[in-house]
C-alpha cells in the first residue's frame, strides 16, 4: 500500500510548448528502458529477492520509479499543451496526435507502445540484480542522448534529475549484488539459480572453454 505525496519528486515548470522534444522525451514513458518499464520490473522482482532487506530496496527505488513516470508525464503534458495544428505538423507530432490527441500514452520514440517484453523477472537474485544495474544504465543514456537533443533549461533541469538517479539505482543495485554474493557459497556466485537445489558437481555443469580461447 501507498501513501500518494501530491508533488512531484522535483519540479517541472516547463513555459515554452515543445512538440518536436515530446516526440523522443515520451521514450523514457513507455520505452524500452522507460521509468514505467523499471517501476514494474522492480515490483515483480521483489516477490522472490531471499533476503528483506533487498526486497525493501527493490520496493523503494520502484516506488520512485512510479514517481518519475509521473514526472515524464508532467514534462509531456506541460510540452504539447496548447499547441495549434501548425506546430502539431511542423514538429512532426502529427502523428503521436492522430492515435491520442495530447492525451499521455506510454509509447517509445520510435512509436513502439509500450510492452514488457524487454525486462525479466527470473526469481535469480543474481540475473535480476544484474539486469537492474544494466536497466538504470541503459536509462540513463537514454537520459544523456536527451540532453544532446534538447537546449530549453527548463527541460534539462528535470531530465538531469533524473539521470542523477540512475546513476544512484545502480549504485545502490551494485551494493545490493555484493550483498547477494556474501550470502552465497563464493563458487556458485553464477553457477544457477539460488533458488533451486543445485545438486550436479560443478564440474559436470559447466564447460571449461579455457582451452577454445585464442587470443
Known amino acids: ?30 520505452g ?11 515490483l515483480s522482482q521483489r516477490y522472490t529477492m531471499p533476503w528483506p532487506e533487498l526486497q525493501a530496496l527493490l520496493t523503494d527505488i520502484a516506488t520512485e520509479e512510479l514517481g518519475h513516470v509521473e514526472m515524464i508525464s508532467a514534462i509531456l503534458y506541460q ?24 492525451g499521455i500514452y506510454p509509447q517509445a520514440a520510435s512509436g513502439m507502445p509500450f510492452t514488457s517484453e524487454g525486462m525479466q523477472s527470473t526469481g535469480d537474485p543474481i540475473a535480476d540484480l544484474v539486469e537492474d544495474m544494466a536497466a538504470e544504465q541503459k536509462a540513463r543514456v537514454t537520459y544523456d542522448n ?13 531530465i538531469r534529475f533524473l539521470r542523477e538517479r540512475e546513476i544512484v539505482h545502480f549504485q545502490r ?8 554474493k556474501s550470502k552465497l557459497n563464493k563458487d556458485n556466485y553464477y553457477y544457477c539459480n539460488p533458488e533451486l537445489n543445485c545438486d550436479l558437481p560443478r564440474e559436470e555443469s ?10
Not at 524500452?32 to 522492480?42: C, F, K, S, T, W
Not at 536527451?146 to 528535470?158: F, G, H, Q, R, T
Open 1 to 30: 500500500m501507498w501513501v500518494y505525496e501530491k508533488r512531484l519528486q522535483f519540479p517541472v515548470n516547463i513555459t515554452k510548448p515543445n512538440a518536436k522534444a515530446a516526440t523522443f522525451i515520451c521514450s523514457q514513458l513507455g
Open 32 to 42: 524500452p528502458d522507460g521509468e514505467l518499464n523499471a517501476a514494474i520490473r522492480y
Open 79 to 102: 510540452l504539447t499543451r496548447g499547441l495549434s495544428k501548425e506546430e502539431v505538423k511542423a514538429s512532426g507530432f502529427d502523428t503521436y496526435f492522430v492515435d491520442h490527441t495530447f
Open 146 to 158: 536527451i540532453l544532446a537533443l534538447v537546449d530549453d533549461e527548463e527541460i534539462k533541469a528535470p
Open 173 to 180: 543495485f551494485a551494493e545490493a549484488l555484493e550483498i547477494v
Open 206 to 215: 559447466l564447460l571449461d572453454y579455457s582451452s577454445s580461447i585464442q587470443l
